[in-house]
């Protein structure tokens, strides 16, 4: 292998790795104010990159992908007042089973409104044969913006939750609901704020992502399965172990599209997610009582 090819396998890993990294960073949001794992995740990001796509004839490129991740948001708190706020201490099983539902609805849905064709959004600067020189390889702008999406991302939910007086509420609803709620913080608003902001994080990458991955109905259910993935590997609730996870896994399918066929990529993440529940189900970052996998 040449040193541009490694370099090419390289950035590809690491663009799909940090896409990973944020629909996991998506799936800790929630189970950290909840303890409910949301299988829907992969859906907020499908809806982001397919609202953004229908609003693009009518608006700007930016206005259509802010309203996008707006009404991504408001989708998500729809979905936690509608079908979670009212279940009073429900199992893990159950929550699993309703997430489920839900994802299946939110992807049918898609189907009836946009139908099984793929789009996609227009790159961001340049266009689709534009590509930057990087240690000898040839790269496309759109995956600088996904890796700096993901980073501004880790770096603005890191200011988030340590300055700011909602930040630190959310904290304190993870760290102990009950306690919270003896303290005055509403928890049920916050873990209503935990599924918009998961939402909102979601299409954000929808978007961003669009224009190298395409986007489509079904798309949620592949993101949702490397997405929980990467939330396991790092350590279930660590939400920046999630993007050092992330990476790994983007780099090892990359890389492993060299050696086996490509009709093995996907596998590979079902097989590090059995590997890691069996030998190490507290993740590679995570304590054995901090991932909270004993409800399992």
Not at 22 to 47: D, H, K, R, S
Not at 51 to 69: F, R
Not at 127 to 152: H, K, N
């Given at each position: 292998?040449t040193a541009?090819?490694?370099v090419?396998y390289?950035f590809?890993?690491i663009t799909?790795?940090?896409?990973y990294a ?8 929630i189970?950290?104010?909840?303890g409910?794992?949301n299988?829907?995740q992969?859906e907020f ?5 397919m609202?953004s796509?229908t609003?693009?004839?009518i608006?700007p490129?930016?206005l259509?992908i802010t309203t996008a ?5 408001v989708f998500g ?7 979670i706020?009212?279940l009073?201490?429900p199992?893990?099983l ?8 839900l994802?299946?609805?939110t992807?049918e849905?898609?189907?009836h409104i946009w139908?099984e064709?793929i789009?996609?959004?227009?790159y961001?600067i340049g ?5 930057v020189?990087?240690?000898g ?7 600088l913006w996904?890796i700096g999406?993901?980073g501004?991302?880790?770096i603005g ?5 340590q300055?700011t007086s909602v930040?630190?509420?959310m ?7 009950r ?5 005055g913080?509403?928890t ?12 909102g994080?979601?299409?954000l990458?929808?978007?961003v992502?669009?224009?190298i991955t395409?986007?489509q109905?079904d ?18 609730g660590?939400?920046m172990?999630?993007?050092?996870a992330?990476l790994?896994?983007?780099?090892l399918e990359?890389f492993?599209?060299?050696v ?5 990529k996907d596998?590979i993440?079902i ?7 069996f030998f190490r ?8 009582t901090a ?6």
């Amino acid at each position: 292998m040449t040193a541009e090819l490694f370099v090419q396998y390289l950035f590809a890993g690491i663009t799909y790795g940090a896409i990973y990294a944020i629909v996991a960073i998506g799936f800790n949001i929630i189970y950290n104010a909840t303890g409910i794992i949301n299988f829907a995740q992969g859906e907020f990001v499908m809806l982001g990159g397919m609202i953004s796509i229908t609003l693009l004839p009518i608006m700007p490129l930016w206005l259509a992908i802010t309203t996008a991740v707006m009404l991504t948001m408001v989708f998500g708190a729809l979905l936690e007042i509608c079908f979670i706020r009212w279940l009073e201490n429900p199992s893990v099983l159950r929550m699993i089973i309703i997430t489920i539902g839900l994802s299946i609805l939110t992807r049918e849905a898609a189907l009836h409104i946009w139908g099984e064709s793929i789009r996609s959004l227009p790159y961001f600067i340049g266009d689709e044969v534009m590509t930057v020189a990087l240690f000898g390889a040839r790269i496309s702008p759109q995956v600088l913006w996904v890796i700096g999406a993901c980073g501004l991302m880790v770096i603005g939910l890191n200011i988030f939750f340590q300055t700011t007086s909602v930040g630190r509420e959310m904290r304190a609803c993870a760290a102990n609901r009950r306690a919270a709620l003896l303290c005055g913080i509403n928890t049920r608003n916050m873990v209503t704020l935990s599924f918009m902001l998961s939402a909102g994080i979601g299409a954000l990458a929808g978007c961003v992502m669009s224009p190298i991955t395409s986007t489509q109905y079904d798309i949620g259910t592949g993101l949702a399965i490397k997405g929980f993935t990467v939330a396991i590997l790092g350590g279930l609730g660590n939400a920046m172990a999630a993007v050092g996870a992330g990476l790994l896994l983007g780099i090892l399918e990359a890389f492993s599209v060299s050696v086996l066929p490509l009709a093995f990529k996907d596998a590979i993440a079902i097989a590090i997610l059995l590997l890691i529940l069996f030998f190490r189900p507290h993740g590679l970052f995570g304590s054995r009582t901090a991932a909270g996998l004993k409800e399992f």
